[in-house]
């Protein structure tokens, strides 16, 4: 039986070798995500990412007129472990029923940013892929990364979340908090007279005050700065009785959003002919939104040279605290570590054994219904080309361009229709249910590696390493939170 029939991952036998080069090429079984070309490079080979956006070869990032605030890196403030602690005692059988018990107990943790790192980072993106295009191959965030951050994949999307009468009397008590605070003496509403008024008053809905607080500040922070969205009551409510809502797909929608926009503005910036040093008129004012800190984290899983020394810790705890306070020195050259090959880590979190919840990988390879359980359903999720949905965003999601980071051997990716005509459009195809198809889930021991046409297309046309001219190849002047 032909097990890839009507899976997302195709099996087939092809001409393998490693991304390196550095060995013969092997005939063997491979598998790969859809969709792939098969044929030999000709005129339907696909553009290379490295030609829609490049920097030129002189820039100096160090000089850019650029003012970056992020607003979405949030660190715990005041009573918050208090009121965490709190509602988990109360609310943790719910909190994993609706797949965010790992999210919750992650906003207790501190990251250190780190300007250098993310800004490198940027450089690389390209918002044509949504993926980091280095001159050794295609990465990327995945949903597997939001996954493993404590946030679910399935469940109904957050611009149309289920609506019943009682939901809506739950938003209506929530909307009378917020009338209460005012009207009150500061006559404002933000996340400190939030945390204040409903812990003392003993609210009926002191959940759902709790969930519209974290989602505001850790997971969706919008304007008014530090204030709680009313938009996003209607998850808080769903959340707090059970009902699983897709936080993961609009937050990575959310982190591509913001990558474009910084890549935009570096770009812009690049084709600037002068400006004056220190002259405040002349910068460009830059507000990121999103909680980028996972993009830093993703990054210090991944590149060894770039990682600091990561916390030990164990399943019991979500994965972030790995990265709690840690020492994050800034490295001389970000750039040079980026394009480093050898310092890449595909699968980081199918070696994580012990200090990782998330278990889809095991010691030997394994074909599954897509359907039996909610572990191999959101596996699916992860690897299936789609759309992403946000608030207020749509954003492309290609897997099957960076394979690798599941697993999977590398093909030339296959184009994908974008259907991004109305948000309810591209959530029904992102929730499409797979019926009776099989899944292919590699071993945590297994070593992918990419077709010969693969390596020949991303040499051929591929970026080169770029090389600064200036003495410091710092992004930056300064790292910190």
Excluded at 143 to 158: K, N, R
Aim: charged share 25%; proline share 6%; aromatic share 12%.
């Amino acid at each position: 039986m032909e097990k890839s029939e009507g899976s997302i991952v195709e099996t087939r036998k092809e001409l393998m070798v490693s991304l390196s080069g550095d060995a013969q090429p092997t005939l063997r079984t491979a598998h790969f995500i859809k969709p792939s070309i098969t044929s030999s490079i000709d005129e339907n080979t696909p553009k290379h990412p490295s030609h829609y956006n490049s920097l030129p070869s002189k820039f100096e990032p160090k000089r850019w007129p650029l003012r970056i605030t992020f607003h979405g890196w949030r660190y715990p403030q005041r009573k918050w472990k208090e009121w965490v602690d709190k509602m988990a005692a109360l609310h943790e059988t719910t909190w994993r029923k609706v797949g965010i018990y790992q999210a919750v107990m992650s906003s207790l943790y501190q990251i250190g940013r780190n300007d250098d790192l993310l800004l490198g980072l940027a450089e690389k993106w390209c918002f044509e892929t949504n993926t980091f295009i280095f001159p050794w191959g295609e990465a990327t965030i995945t949903l597997e990364d939001i996954l493993v951050a404590g946030y679910s994949v399935l469940g109904s999307s957050v611009f149309s979340p289920p609506e019943t009468e009682e939901l809506k009397e739950a938003e209506q008590k929530l909307m009378e908090i917020r009338k209460h605070l005012r009207q009150s003496k500061a006559k404002k509403v933000n996340h400190h007279s939030w945390i204040k008024y409903v812990m003392e008053n003993n609210s009926e809905v002191e959940h759902e005050a709790f969930l519209s607080l974290w989602l505001s500040r850790f997971v969706f922070p919008s304007l008014p700065f530090m204030g709680i969205s009313i938009h996003l009551y209607p998850i808080a409510v769903c959340l707090a009785r059970g009902i699983k809502i897709a936080l993961g797909p609009a937050l990575l929608a959310s982190i591509y959003r913001d990558l474009r926009l910084l890549k935009k503005t570096i770009l812009a910036l690049s084709n600037l002919e002068y400006f004056e040093d220190d002259n405040d008129d002349q910068k460009l004012e830059l507000t990121i939104w999103s909680p980028f800190h996972i993009v830093q984290v993703w990054a210090w899983e991944r590149f060894t040279k770039l990682q600091p020394k990561p916390n030990v810790t164990d399943f019991e705890v979500p994965r972030l605290a790995r990265w709690h306070n840690v020492n994050s020195s800034t490295v001389r050259n970000v750039s040079l570590a980026l394009d480093s090959e050898g310092s890449f880590q595909w699968r980081p979190y199918a070696t994580a054994v012990v200090s990782l919840c998330y278990k889809i990988y095991g010691d030997e390879e394994k074909w599954v219904l897509v359907d039996v359980d909610e572990e191999s359903k959101s596996f699916t999720r992860c690897l299936r080309a789609c759309e992403l949905v946000g608030i207020g965003c749509v954003e492309q999601y290609s897997p099957h361009r960076v394979a690798m980071q599941f697993g999977m051997d590398q093909d030339l990716p296959g184009p994908v229709k974008r259907r991004n005509e109305t948000q309810e459009l591209s959530w029904k195809c992102f929730d499409k249910q797979i019926k009776n198809a099989m899944l292919y889930i590699p071993s945590r021991h297994r070593k992918p590696d990419v077709t010969l046409r693969y390596l020949e297309w991303w040499k051929q046309s591929g970026p080169q390493p770029f090389v600064r001219h200036s003495e410091d190849s710092s992004i930056m002047a300064h790292s910190g939170a």
